[in-house]
């Protein structure tokens, strides 16, 4: 039996409001599509947490054993400065700015996203579409909602009629909005504006002469707006209807709300089924975001090369400190909460290493129960992907483990369930990395201190050849050993 026939997985849908009991539309496959980024520049440490959450929700479901088809986009075309239809195509304006080509552009942020993301131990998706990819898809789509009258065309380019699709549809159905209020919000429509109404989007806008990236299509030439481009590969790759669709908080409105319009007008159906919405990270209490410019980038975060954090850390430690809240609630960045994450992140690791070095008993007779912690630990995950319980399982594990010597008060299948589950949540499912075992961690710390103990021994034995020898060729190896009255201390140089 796959263990997904065993758990029962409930998600917070954004659509309900409410935690719903999760069934794939065609199980053991699982659709899952979450929006990617604009690559018009290196991303921050936010838009990282939010792949980082659905990376948490990919491990888990295909440790569950689904077969999951991933699609995450790279958004390389129509995606203007403001969300209005107005200014300029974000990569356009990059392109300009830094006298390259909009591919140029677009070839350089992408491979930085997928080099951060890689760092982050975070798994590429199983489909990466691109919007530029894609336009002929969105030529069709367009096409399909005009003919079914949700769209209009006007002066070279085409409008979503939104109050049309309000009259049979529920525009504002994902983010709580009505459309009453949503029209009183917007201002009026100046006297140049082609939209019949100020909510109506474009689907498709003309290009203007200095607009670079532009295509042919029946209505002139131009380019495709924004959210089309999620609405036609979500589809293509998953089908009119689909499991699960996964992006940031921010996203919501408009941008989700427009591709189940979108959905809906060109195929009857709204396609996913469980909306899935991750929190933002923040600064100093603020949003990270680009435009504000509150924000860090990883290159900073792993450097330690910014005035806002004492020291760099290692990927696996931010990311131990992202899933260490849930992906629903907000987070604040810190110098002092990655500080904690850090100590938290070793004894996690040392505690696994320790239990690799137990051999079992003839029975179990400790007062953790392995079969009872393996159940809550999986409740957790089950519980609408709850990472920070999880963790807290994992360190009741640790405490337990850590009051264990030489042999682990655990009959072989007790410690074996306790070892195997332990690699599986760790590696697998949150999908940290052991930095200790690359050598500059806790594994090289342990060696330095046998050495160092050897040295000692040495000089108690007046043995000062041998004790010299050990620290010259810690020398040699960049290690410099430092002899104070409470013992010896050492610092490698890099
Ligand atoms: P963008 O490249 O602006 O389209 O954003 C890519 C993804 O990052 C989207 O899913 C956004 O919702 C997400 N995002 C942007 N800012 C933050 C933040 N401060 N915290 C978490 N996610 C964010
Ligand atoms: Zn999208």
């Known amino acids: 039996m796959a263990l997904y026939e065993e758990n029962d997985v409930y998600i917070s849908n954004s659509i309900s409001r409410k935690k719903e009991l999760f069934t794939a539309l065609n199980a053991p496959n699982l659709g899952l599509y979450v929006c990617g980024p604009t690559v018009y520049s290196d991303v921050h440490l936010g838009n990282c947490r939010t792949f980082i959450s659905f990376d948490l929700v990919y491990r888990y479901l295909t440790h569950l054993g689904y077969k999951v ?65 894609h336009i002929v898809e969105q030529i069709d789509m367009i096409q399909k909602i005009i003919d079914e009258g949700f ?34 919000g917007t201002r009026e429509l100046d006297a140049q504006s082609e939209k019949e109404s100020p909510l109506d989007f474009a689907i498709w806008k003309k290009a203007s002469p200095s ?17 089309l481009e999620c609405s036609v590969m979500s589809t293509k790759y998953l089908g009119d209807e689909f499991d699960i669709h996964g992006g940031g908080m921010d996203l919501k409105f408009p941008h989700h709300e427009c591709e189940i319009a979108q959905n809906k007008a060109s195929n009857g159906s709204e396609g996913p089924r469980y909306w899935m919405h991750g929190n933002m990270l923040t600064l100093n209490g603020q ?80 007062e953790f129960k392995v079969a009872e912690w393996h159940k809550a630990s999986y409740a957790a995950m089950n ?40 690699q599986a949540f760790i590696f697998d499912v949150l999908g940290l990395e052991d ?20 040295r000692k021994q040495a000089r108690d034995d007046r043995d000062f050849s041998l004790s010299d020898a050990i620290r010259d060729k810690l020398a040699d190896a960049g290690i410099e050993v430092k002899d104070g009255k409470d013992g010896s201390t ?4 890099l």
């Open 151 to 184: 769209a209009y065309e006007k002066n070279g380019s085409v409008y979503f009629d939104v109050k049309k699709y309000n009259e049979s549809n529920d525009y504002g159905k994902l983010s709580g909005r009505k459309i009453e209020e949503l029209i009183s």
């Open 287 to 366: 949003r990270m975001s680009k435009s504000t410019g509150n924000t860090l980038l990883p290159h900073e975060l792993f450097t330690g090369e910014t005035d806002k954090l004492e020291k760099g850390f290692a990927p696996t430690i931010a990311r131990f400190f992202m899933l260490q809240a849930h992906y629903g609630s907000q987070l604040d960045f810190s110098s002092d909460a990655l500080l904690a994450a850090e100590k938290g992140y070793h004894r996690l690791m040392a505690a696994y290493r320790k239990l690799a070095s137990l051999e079992p008993s003839a029975e179990s007779t400790s």
């Open 69 to 133: 088809r991933y699609v995450r986009n790279i958004t390389d075309a129509g995606h203007l400065e403001n969300d209005a239809d107005e200014g300029e195509d974000k990569i356009s304006q990059r392109a300009r700015l830094e006298q390259l080509e909009p591919m140029e552009i677009v070839q350089k942020y992408t491979l930085g996203f997928h080099g951060v993301m890689s760092r982050f131990n975070a798994f590429p998706p199983t489909i990466e579409p691109t919007a530029t990819g």
């Open 383 to 422: 519980d609408d992907f709850n990472s920070p319980i999880l963790i807290s399982q994992l360190f009741e594990a640790t405490r337990t483990i850590n009051s264990w010597e030489n042999k682990a008060p655990l009959s072989a299948s007790d410690f074996k369930l306790l070892k195997e589950s332990m």
């Open 490 to 493: 050492y610092s490698i140089s």
């Open 435 to 454: 930095i200790g075992a690359q050598g500059s961690g806790q594994k090289l710390d342990d060696v330095i201190n046998i050495l160092l103990d050897l």
């Open 211 to 227: 607009h670079i990236m532009r295509w042919n299509s029946p209505w002139g030439i131009g380019f495709p707006g924004w959210h």
